[in-house]
């Protein structure tokens, strides 16, 4: 049985299920969920290994007209992922339905030369009627069309079977138990990352951004120590962030050291600092330090 391995594309709008899907599809929490958009800014890779495959599966960042210097650094990463990869795997929102910037997006991709396969997600979320019409119109650009739920893992098999025509003879490009590439300081800081948004809801709109400094194993005790700072634009921001008595951030650093454990294994001592960078998201310098490097 000659092996096969590809990479595949994940894209579309942001908030639409991506990282969800990939978690599902790859069984370990890697990419970062939260109810915000614009919430996937690294190229996560998720691996799937089975007995005759491997898909490598890049979770890029949501496509969207941008405002700002990261902005446009997510974009350029999602155009140029998508040319490089095996196939696209194009997800859509069932609930908030196809929108105009969709179709825009996925008629330049069904113009390309790489395969295209679309997911309408969330069809846990609406009924029969809503998911055909939303389906109808997916079908227009003559690819496949799968309806899933990332959260209610329906759908998923199907999909995963389907995408392995993508895949060339080629060799196992990661070991059969890795599921990710990430470096794992990246994976800390985004676990920070993701549980600073939900705390802290709308008040400071996308702007933190997290650097874990350090990160050491103390094998024969099974710890991690990891050093991490969180950073914001503003004064009053950092007042948010740490909260009344420290209590906010305290909140951050215990749920995001549950998620670091679990993903380590053994315990996490982690210590989290709030710093104050004005404009952070417009210096491409500050960006590099964040791990969004603009050569990939
Ligand atoms: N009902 C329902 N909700 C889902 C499903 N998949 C994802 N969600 C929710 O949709 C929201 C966004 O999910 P993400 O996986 O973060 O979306 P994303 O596309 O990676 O978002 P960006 O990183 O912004 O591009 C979260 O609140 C998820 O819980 C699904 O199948 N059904």
Avoid at 31 to 55: F, H, W, Y
Avoid at 181 to 207: C, M, N, T, Y
Avoid at 278 to 290: H, Q, S
């Amino acid at each position: 049985m000659e092996f096969k391995s590809g990479f595949i594309a994940l894209t579309g709008s942001p908030n639409v299920g991506k990282s969800t899907l990939l978690n599902a599809l790859v069984g370990t929490k890697i990419a970062i969920v939260s109810k915000k958009p614009q919430t996937t800014r690294n190229r996560i890779t998720g691996v799937l290994t089975r007995e005759d495959c491997q898909m490598i599966f890049m979770d890029t960042p949501g496509l969207q007209t941008p405002k700002n210097k990261l902005g446009e650094f997510m974009l350029k990463t999602a155009e140029q992922t998508a040319r490089d990869v095996d196939a696209v795997l194009f997800v859509a929102d069932a609930k908030v339905g196809v929108r105009e910037k969709d179709e825009e997006i996925l008629t330049r991709l069904a113009n390309s030369e790489t395969p295209l396969v679309i997911a309408l997600n969330k069809i846990d979320a609406v009924d029969g009627e809503r998911a055909a019409e939303q389906e109808t119109i997916l079908r227009k650009y003559g690819k496949p069309v799968f309806r899933i739920s990332a959260a209610e893992k329906l759908g998923l098999a199907e999909l995963a079977e389907y995408l392995k025509r993508y895949l060339v003879e080629g060799p196992m490009y990661y070991p059969a138990d890795m599921v990710t590439d990430q470096p794992e300081q990246v994976i800390a800081a985004e676990f920070i990352r993701e549980k600073a948004l939900k705390s802290i809801g709308k008040e400071i709109p996308h702007g933190i951004g997290v650097v874990v400094e350090k990160l050491e194993r103390e094998e024969d005790r099974d710890l991690t120590n990891i050093d991490a700072v969180i950073y914001c634009e503003k004064d009053s921001h950092k007042g948010i962030i740490i909260g009344a008595g420290g209590r906010m951030l305290k909140k951050i650093a215990s749920a995001a050291r549950e998620d670091m454990q679990m993903l380590f294994g053994g315990k996490v001592f982690l210590q989290v600092w709030v710093k104050v960078k004005p404009d952070w998201r417009n210096k491409a310098g500050v960006l590099r330090t964040l791990g969004y490097d603009e050569r990939q």
